[in-house]
């Protein structure tokens, strides 16, 4: 970009582009490229931070940013990467995988179909001085492919990355390895001609157990959340490897300062653990975070960390102490207050304003805040759920500072 095309975008940055375009642009600026980036970069200001700091980067379409890894996703892939790995990513996008893999692997080899994106990628990585990634406009059909990119020919590859494409021929969405483009169920055998190591981003949506099923030599896999929203699925897998598979549940918390919190078991642990029942709801409640969740670790977690669970399909948890490490969010329970017209009376006039979550309750969390009249907001929370008993309550409860 020219230096009047990258004024423009600073200036107008926080305009509204619908009516960027109709206005008429400085001489030296193209309004609908700087349009789209400005677009782009109202997305990736959260998304992407290390890159939304540099305005000289191009993006070919917001379609290519809303589907590219968070840089905190990203970065969160480095687990699995050694320094002197020669690193495939068949599926490069806009290329954000690729950029942070980079940072960590001795060598990256990456590969985009769409000819646009793969000038804008291409050009980014060498404004970003990056000199350790190779990108070829080549649609990855099959391994042999790979090696159209000649570069490829005398490297001893040590791992595949693959973001297969998640939409089907008419694009509707969908979810499962064999539905996806490339077909993982397929092609998986033939990426271990290539190397015997392989990472695969699926989608949230993936169920757990048919993971394991379909697939061979699965090692690990990793329910990825960001600031407690489930975002991807990595599977990792490792040729020939026979034993369990370890289900990581990770958090990642970008608030402040970023970090992960973390917990891992298997689907045997969580079988075996044994769960005890809450009489009542003690000092603390406990909930667990999304990736937590959507492993199902809700025995090992109450065994773990030494919880009572309230109510068998209730996942929350409840104990007089603080455990260290959960993985979620601690409250402070100030009452319990039985939910019936004397409970709502009682809440509606103490708490006129409060958080509203409801976990195994009959009512959604929007319905219920209209029947208790209250604003939403503050730092009072109401769990509304189900005990163990069956009776339905609401625990008033705050934040443990």
Not at 96 to 122: G, M, P, W, Y
Not at 235 to 251: H, S, W
């Amino acid at each position: 970009m020219n230096q009047e095309s990258i004024r423009y975008i600073l200036e107008h940055e926080n305009d509204d582009v619908s009516k960027l375009l109709f206005a008429k642009a400085p001489e030296g600026v193209d309004i609908n490229s700087a349009a789209m980036i400005i677009q782009c970069r109202k997305k990736i200001k959260e998304k992407i931070p290390t890159w939304y700091r540099d305005v000289e980067l191009n993006y070919p379409s917001s379609l290519s940013v809303e589907q590219c890894s968070s840089e905190a996703t990203a970065r969160y892939k480095c687990k699995y990467i050694d320094k002197n790995d020669i690193v495939v990513d068949l599926t490069c996008g806009l290329g954000v995988d690729t950029f942070f893999i980079s940072q960590k692997a001795n060598k990256v080899f990456s590969f985009e179909r769409d000819s646009k994106l793969f000038e804008a990628v291409k050009s980014n990585f060498e404004h970003l001085n990056v000199s350790n990634i190779f990108v070829s406009n080549i649609d990855i059909q099959n391994v042999n492919d790979i090696y159209q990119n000649n570069a490829l020919k005398d490297e001893n590859v040590s791992l595949i990355y693959v973001d297969p494409a998640r939409r089907g021929n008419k694009s509707q969405r969908v979810y499962a390895f064999e539905d996806c483009s490339p077909n993982i169920t397929e092609a998986i055998n033939d990426y271990f001609k290539i190397s015997k190591r392989v990472l695969i981003k699926g989608s949230p949506m993936l169920d757990i157990s048919a993971i394991i099923r379909e697939l061979p030599y699965v090692k690990e896999i990793a329910i990825v959340a960001l600031n407690n929203e489930c975002k991807e699925i990595l599977t990792y897998l490792e040729y020939g490897y026979q034993g369990e598979v370890i289900i990581c549940a990770d958090n990642i918390i970008t608030k402040r300062e970023e970090r992960v919190s973390s917990f891992s078991s298997t689907i045997d642990k969580e079988s075996a653990a044994v769960v005890k029942f809450a009489d009542k709801i003690e000092g603390y409640l406990h909930i667990p975070n999304r990736a937590i969740l959507k492993a199902g670790f809700f025995k090992t977690v109450s065994e773990y960390f030494s919880l009572l669970k309230i109510a068998k399909s209730s996942h929350i948890y409840t104990s007089d102490i603080i455990p260290e490490n959960f993985p979620g969010r601690t409250l402070k329970v100030i009452e319990v207050i039985d939910f019936n017209k004397k409970g709502i009376k009682e809440v509606s006039q103490k708490y006129p304003k409060a958080n509203i979550a409801t976990y195994n309750f009959p009512i959604p969390a929007q319905e219920l805040s209209k029947r208790l009249k209250i604003e939403d907001g503050g730092n009072i929370f109401i769990i509304a759920s189900t005990l163990n008993d069956h009776s339905k309550v609401l625990i008033l409860s705050q934040e443990n500072n």
